[in-house]
Structures are given as C-alpha cells and as structure tokens.
C-alpha cells in the first residue's frame, strides 16, 4: 500500500520519513547549516531551482523536509512549508498573497497574536484586514470584499472561545470571491478535522500546540492543497516573470505548488524565518502519538466540560461537543473530537473565575496551551491583553472567560482538582 493511502495514524507514525536501506530507522537531526556537492554547477542549479536538494538550511534542511511532508501528508495537501512559529506561519500565508495595496477578510474571531498582526503590523505593511463574523453566511462575507481583496481567514476552532467555523459558507464566498480560503487548523490539528475537505485551500498551524504536545519547541507550517486557480488575474506575483529568480514564473515552472515554493524562495530565504532542525526533530517526535494524544485531549475536555457545567459556581461553559453549545451542530458536522481545550466564566465573574484559576493545583498558569499537562490562562489579561474592549467581544473573549486546556492525565484528578478549586470562591 503506497504512504497516500495510509490511515491518517499510521501517517502519523510514520509518513515523512522513509529509510533507505542501512539508514536510521527514526527521523535523525541534520544539525548542519550546509551540505556537500561534488561540482559548483549542481550548486547553481540548486539557486536556481533547476534540482531538487538542500544547500543552506535557511531554506530547507532533511529533518525539516520530512517534517514537513508528514503535516503535507496528514491535511492531504501537496506541500508545506515549516516556520519558526505559528505566528510567522499566519503572516507568511497571508503576505504570499497579498502585497502592499491589498486586502484581507479574516473572521473577527481569531488568537489574540493574530488579531494584532492582521490590525496593527500588517496595516503598516499597507494590507488592509476587515472582519466578519466566524458564523457570518457566504453573502455576508462577499459583501465585505472589496475589489483589491486577495483572501479569506478564519481558525477552525477560535482561540480561546472555541467556536467551530462555518466552513461552508466561507469556503462558498471564497470560491465567489476568487481568492485563497485559509484556515489556520491549530486546535483541531488533521486528526480531527482536514480543512481541505471542507473548502480550505491553504491550512497553517501553530505546530507550537498539539502537534509538539509537549510544550517543548515553537514552531508553524503552512501547508497548500494545490489546484487553486491562481491564473484568475488576481495574483500577477504568481503569473508575471519574478525579478529574484531571473524571469521565473512561478506557475509555469511550479504547477503543482506555486504557493509553497514563492513563499520558501522569497519569503522564508528573505526574512529569513526557517523552522530549525533541532525544533522539527522534536515537533516530529510529538506527532508519533497526535493521534492518541488527540483523541484522549478530546474526552478529557468533554468530560470536564460536562462536569463543570452542571457546577452550581459555574455561570457558562463552552466546548464545541455540548449539547448546549451554539455550534454543537457545526462541531458534528465538521470535527471528529472537539480536542483539548474548553472555557469557562465562574458564576461570581472575573474576579470570581481568577480565584478558581490561582487555587488549582494540578492545573498550571501557563501562557501556553495543547500539551500533556491541564493548564490554564485568562485570555483578557493574558494573550488577548493588547485587545481593545470591542475586539474582544468580537473575538468572543468575555472578561470572566478561563481557558482551560485539558491534559492527558487521569480525568478523576483533572476533575478533582476543579473541585477543590471551586470550593475556594
Ligand atoms: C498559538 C497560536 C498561534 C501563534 O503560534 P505561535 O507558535 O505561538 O507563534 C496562531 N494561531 C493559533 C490558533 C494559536 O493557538
């Protein structure tokens, strides 16, 4: 059976990798800035792009790559592209497609990091963000494009608010819009929703979450489905002749994936924003056990999520699996799991829920989510504290809301330690 149609575990596993004979069984660390050739024209073909190979790890290095095709094989997409973080992987996808002049719609409900790239440092770059709702019907959508729009965003499941986006209807006013949908798949991660089926035309993620899970090395990825119409006349820079590669048209001479190999050549060689070995090595390492992480982040959270709403101090809870959530609907139609992290507002308000949040003991204060270990953050103080008051309504970020992300540990002292928490207020 070819690595294509394996199951997405044994992707997991194994996919990326493949040992000739005699060679190390597990993926090893190319801690090597440069590599050897025999004659200085194979180097100039490699700066050319005319070979295949690896020359600087700036731009590409083995353990990196098959890092890299494991996350490609697992979303099913053609390629990707590792960074050093999530944050550097929402600005790359975005910036590969729209320059200076442009215009991005992006859902209101995002990670707080991305609300400010996308309102503050993108704007300085001169591309222009607006948002809609995570929820907003494909005409609404359209009818916030302009005529300079080159892309539509959104998270799958938001951070920290976890609403589960409406890919249907973004992926139809994206198609109407003729620009590139994409989805920033952190929380999910493939194991419990692939984006592409849906609509998705290029997946990022934060691989600093679940896809480490150990809370061990910062790092992102964008990953290209392929087949976009980039012929469409919207996106000249994949079209026209670029001026760095000595006339290359990037679609004539990258078919396949004209996304990935623009946004390694200019971008990730320019601003000089790789992900380094040591970091893919570890990341690589965590995703041989995503697919059982994943599925026990997901009854841990749910469990935990079921507890703390019949809870007589608890004033709401939202996991995208509960019967009471807004998009319990969406949640079954397009995840899997609804993966590690849940919220709260104790019933006391903020000042209520921080005393919950100091008092555990189990559960860390961590600016951090996604891995091993039960944390804990308040987003209003924390990641989401460079948020005006409107933007965090619109990003779903209430004052008393906790994020909790829930580990793979027992659920009994998961639980418990909630407990006695809220025994405290
Ligand atoms: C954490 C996060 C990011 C940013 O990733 P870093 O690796 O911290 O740079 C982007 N998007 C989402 C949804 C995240 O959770």
């Known amino acids: 059976m070819s690595e294509q149609n394996w199951k997405l575990e044994t992707k997991a596993v194994q996919a990326g990798w493949t040992p000739k004979n005699g060679e190390?069984?597990?993926?090893?660390?190319?801690?090597?800035?440069?590599?050897?050739?025999?004659?200085?024209?194979?180097?100039?073909?490699?700066?050319?792009?005319?070979?295949?190979?690896?020359?600087?790890?700036?731009?590409?290095?083995?353990?990196?790559?098959?890092?890299?095709?494991?996350?490609?094989?697992?979303?099913g997409g053609v390629s990707a592209v590792a960074v050093c973080s999530g944050q550097a992987a929402n600005a790359m996808a975005v910036m590969n497609v729209c320059p200076a002049g442009g215009h991005v719609l992006a859902s209101s409900a995002l990670y707080g990091g991305t609300v400010t790239l996308f309102t503050t440092t993108l704007k300085r770059?001169?591309?222009?963000?607006?948002?809609?709702?995570?929820?907003?019907?494909?005409?609404?959508?359209?009818?916030?494009?302009?005529?300079?729009?080159?892309a539509l965003f959104a998270e799958t499941l938001t951070n920290p608010s976890v609403n589960v986006l409406n890919f249907e209807q973004y992926a139809i006013a994206a198609k109407r819009l003729g620009v590139p949908?994409?989805?920033?798949?952190?929380?999910?991660?493939?194991i419990l929703c692939r984006p592409f089926e849906f609509g998705a035309d290029i997946v990022t993620h934060s691989t600093t979450k679940f896809f480490d899970g150990h809370a061990q090395a910062v790092g992102g990825v964008i990953v290209e489905k392929g087949g976009f119409d980039w012929k469409n006349g919207k996106f000249p820079e994949f079209t026209e002749p670029d001026l760095s590669y000595h006339g290359l048209i990037f679609t004539e001479a990258f078919p396949q994936n004209p996304f990935s190999v623009k946004l390694r050549v200019q971008w990730v060689r320019d601003l000089g924003i790789p992900q380094m070995p040591f970091n893919a090595y570890l990341t690589n390492l965590g995703m041989e056990t995503l697919h059982l992480r994943m599925e026990r982040h997901s009854q841990n959270a749910l469990a935990?999520?079921?507890?703390?709403?019949?809870?007589?101090?608890?004033?709401?809870?939202?996991?995208?699996?509960?019967?009471?959530?807004?998009?319990?609907?969406?949640?079954?139609?397009?995840?899997?799991?609804?993966?590690?992290?849940?919220?709260?507002?104790?019933a006391g308000g903020r000042e209520a829920s921080m005393k919950v949040i100091d008092s555990l003991k189990?559960?860390?204060?961590?600016?951090?989510?996604?891995?091993?270990?039960?944390?804990?953050?308040?987003?209003?103080?924390?990641?989401?504290?460079?948020?005006?008051?409107?933007?965090?309504?619109?990003?779903?970020?209430?004052?008393?809301?906790?994020r909790v992300s829930a580990g793979i540990e027992n659920i009994d002292d998961i639980i418990a330690d909630f407990e006695q928490a809220l025994a405290q207020i």
């Open 24 to 75: 190390p069984r597990v993926l090893p660390i190319y801690q090597s800035t440069t590599f050897k050739y025999d004659d200085a024209q194979h180097v100039a073909d490699l700066f050319d792009l005319k070979t295949d190979g690896f020359f600087y790890t700036r731009l590409a290095n083995p353990t990196v790559d098959a890092f890299e095709k494991k996350i490609a094989a697992l979303e």
């Open 362 to 402: 189990l559960a860390a204060i961590v600016v951090h989510v996604a891995d091993v270990r039960t944390s804990v953050l308040h987003p209003a103080s924390m990641t989401h504290r460079q948020l005006t008051d409107e933007q965090l309504k619109a990003a779903g970020v209430l004052p008393e809301l906790i």
């Open 304 to 346: 935990l999520a079921r507890h703390l709403e019949k809870h007589p101090k608890i004033a709401w809870v939202n996991y995208p699996f509960l019967e009471s959530s807004p998009d319990y609907g969406l949640a079954k139609k397009y995840l899997s799991g609804g993966s590690g992290v849940l919220c709260f507002g104790a």
């Open 125 to 150: 770059m001169g591309v222009e963000v607006s948002m809609v709702p995570y929820n907003a019907s494909a005409d609404e959508i359209v009818a916030a494009a302009r005529p300079n729009t080159r």
């Open 181 to 190: 949908f994409i989805v920033d798949n952190t929380f999910p991660t493939p």
